[in-house]
Structures are given as C-alpha cells and as structure tokens.
C-alpha cells in the first residue's frame, strides 16, 4: 500500500517572512527555502530582481502581491551576485519602483501634482521651490525652505536620502525630490531648479508641471527619496 504521508524532507515550509541579510541574493535564498527567484519576485513585486536591499523583509511562500518595500539607509545588494554600494549612495536602481514605492513617495507625488496644477498648471511661474516646498509640507508635514539650488542642504536628513541614480532611472519613480544647481535661464543660472517625480517616466512637478524633464541645459543633479 502506498504511503501518502509528507516527510520533513518534502513536506512544504510554511509561508514567512525573511530579513534580509548582507550577502544574501536571490538565487542564494531560492535555494535555501526550496524556491525560485522568479517566485520570490513575483510574490515580492521586486521591480529590478538584481537588486535588493538588506534589513528588508522578503515574502517566503506567500504567492501574494504584497509590495517590497525600501526602508531607511540599507546597503544595496545585487540580487544574483555581491553587495554594491552602501549607506545613503545605493547606486543605480533603488529597488524603489512604480509598483512598489513606499506610501509616502506616494503621497510626495500626488501632493505635488496638485501643488503645480493649484499654481502654474504647465506653465512655470518661476517658483519651483515653492511648489516642491508646498508638496513636502502637505505630503509629508515637514516645512523646508530654499531655492532651486538650495533645498537640497535643507531636507532634513532623518527625513530624505540622496540616492546616486540618473535622472532616466528616477523619473520611472514616484515622489522623489530632484534638484539641480543651476540650469539654463536667467532665474535657473543663479537659483537652480528643483521637483519632484510624478512616477511616470517623464513629468516632474514644481510650481508646474513639466512633461519632458531633462538635464539639457541644467547642471549639478541630485536625488532624494523619502525614508
């Protein structure tokens, strides 16, 4: 007669919840709790699988749509082989994405929308730090002031971190705060220009909403995220 009985070398492990340690990847952890990488990244919503990010919890066996979700100074860790970067400087992709960016990017985001829209719509009034200062001050509660080229030595450090990534890759993700320290006008050339990303790929948002954000004429960019 056949025995139907589970071993505890077959029987399935129970779903958890997993932090992330330093070293750890992804086809290291698929192999150690009998996965795949694309299981865990499916059931994370991990939008870049060769970057994770230690203290992060990892969803074992929950085959959910649970967010993966970034959370304060971690070290960045390629998914598939070593540890990059580390502190606030992650490097490239954040392991913030459109699908799984923290509420409060979120809100950064939706905040800002309607701040651009409530003051210039697509037009620029020149009065881009008054428009990203408004969005944090709604979104997130926090009051920063400066220009352009100044509110990025504003943001409180407990509150936002400069990450290292192009503006290609930042545009893809909602709710972070650009800056630049001077850009090609007359106003940008002594007080640069600061917004933040609506997520979408392109648009940014200020005292305006700006469609095709780019670097052309603009330089000494950097990025923030909310933490």
């Known amino acids: 007669m056949t025995d139907y009985r589970t071993t505890s070398r ?88 459109p699908s799984n960016a923290s509420a409060a990017m979120r809100r950064l985001a939706d905040a800002a929308r309607q701040a651009a829209m409530g003051m210039g719509g697509y037009n620029s009034q020149g009065l881009c730090a008054t428009g990203v200062s408004r969005a944090i001050r709604n979104a997130l509660g926090i009051g920063v002031s400066g220009n352009g080229n100044q509110i990025d030595n504003n943001l409180p450090r407990d509150k936002f971190k400069q990450v290292n990534m192009s503006l290609e890759e930042a545009l893809k993700i909602p709710g972070l705060v650009l800056t630049w320290e001077s850009t090609s006008t007359r106003l940008g050339s002594i007080y ?8 979408d790929g392109h648009t940014s948002a200020s005292d305006f909403i700006e469609r095709n954000t780019t670097n052309n004429g603009r330089t000494g960019f950097k990025v923030f995220m909310p933490i």
């Open 10 to 97: 077959n029987r399935p492990r129970p779903p958890q919840d997993y932090v992330i340690q330093k070293g750890d990847t992804l086809s290291a952890l698929a192999a150690k709790f009998g996965t795949t990488v694309d299981q865990l990244v499916r059931d994370n919503n991990i939008s870049n699988r060769d970057l994770i990010f230690t203290g992060n919890k990892l969803k074992i066996g929950h085959s959910t749509t649970d967010s993966f979700q970034s959370s304060g100074n971690r070290q960045g860790i390629r998914g598939g082989n070593s540890p990059v970067g580390g502190g606030d400087d992650v490097g490239g992709p954040t392991g913030a994405g």
């Open 192 to 199: 640069g220009h600061t917004a933040i990303t609506t997520g």
